[in-house]
Each structure stands twice: as structure tokens, then as C-alpha cells.
């Protein structure tokens, strides 16, 4: 029986750590083609979130357009692709940051706007709907430095665990969990305003 050859492996948008530095011309479009596949939808939905669907769009855009461009100084060794495209999309969004902030702060005044309406018509109660304490909560992360506002969502809403947060900031894993201890411990500090304002437990790989 004839030996079957070895298949060679194709770079793939879908391996953790890409040789995205190595890659050909004619393998461009297609690695990151599927890159784009893989991971603009969990970017988008984590970028609106902060700053809202239609700059969203044009961040991841750019993420991508910035990850094209700088593909060569991407080091697999260092991070997994999810990670380092998450640290361009954080650097992009630190440019939106005094509209964050007031997109934060707007809600925060609304909601109290809302309980001051509801406080006048008899109708508080002790309970305080999801809703109701994420708009709250708002106000809370408006108040946040950027550096810890950042390790907190991408925690909490991009779902990365914390060595994946210390990849994406370029920062070590201890500085990613001393930022979260003392955002947890502040975020308590509103609880009275806010709820149940903690964030999912953080998690290691």
C-alpha cells in the first residue's frame, strides 16, 4: 500500500496562536477573513455594550484593519490571537473614553430620573430589576479609572479570563487581579445603590 503523505497544515484563523507574521500574501485575505469570522461578532456585542452598536462597528473595523497592519509584531508566544485582538480594540476605545463616560454618566442620570418619578408615585419597592441596577451601576463605572474600568468589563462583559485580560492590557496577571479585588471592593461601597453590582468571579486558564 502506497504510504499516505503527511497533510500540511494551512494557517488557520481558527488555531489560538496564528504565525500571522509568517503568513503569505495570498493567505492574507483568507486568514483573516476567517479571523474577521471568528471573533467581529464577540467584539462588537462587547464594544457596544461600552460605547453603543454604530461606533462599535467602525471600532472593530479598525481593529482589524490595525491588526492587518501591525500582523508582524504579533507574537504567538505572548498571546492568543483573541487576546491581542481585545488589547487593539481596548487601545481604539480608550480614544471614545470622554464619550463613554458621558454615555455612563447620561444613563445614570435617567435612571435617577426614573426612581424620583417612581418615589413620587408610591410605586418603590425592594426590589430593584435587573434593568434598573444596570443603569445604575452605569454611573458607578463612569467614576472608575480607565485602566480598572477596563480589566472590569473585559472580565465581566467580553468574558476573558484574567491571564487573557493581562495579555490583551500587556500587563501581569497579579496587576489584572489586585485592579479587580480593589474594583469589587469600591463597587460594594454602591450597593446600596446599585444591587447586586458584582461581576462574575474571575477566572484562570
Known sequence: MTPVPPRTEEPSAGTERPDLAGLSQPDLAR??????????????????????????????????????????????????????????????????????????????????QSEVHEEHAGRV???????????????????????DRDVLLLVSWAELSTSEVAEALDIPAGTVRSRLHRVRRWLRGHAAITGSANPRKDHDD
Open 125 to 147: 419597592t425592594d426590589r430593584v430589576d435587573a434593568a434598573s441596577r444596570a443603569r445604575q451601576l452605569a454611573g458607578a463605572l463612569a467614576e472608575l479609572a480607565p485602566g
Open 31 to 112: 486568514v483573516f477573513g476567517r479571523l474577521f469570522d471568528e471573533h467581529a461578532g464577540v467584539l462588537h456585542r462587547y464594544l457596544a455594550r461600552r460605547v453603543g452598536a454604530t461606533t462599535a462597528e467602525d471600532l472593530v473595523g479598525d481593529t482589524f484593519v490595525i491588526a492587518l497592519q501591525q500582523r508582524k509584531s504579533y507574537d504567538p508566544a505572548r498571546a492568543g490571537v483573541r487576546s491581542w485582538l481585545y488589547g487593539i480594540a481596548t487601545n481604539l476605545l480608550r480614544h471614545y473614553l470622554r464619550t463613554e463616560v458621558r454615555a455612563l454618566r447620561a444613563t445614570a442620570r435617567a435612571a435617577g
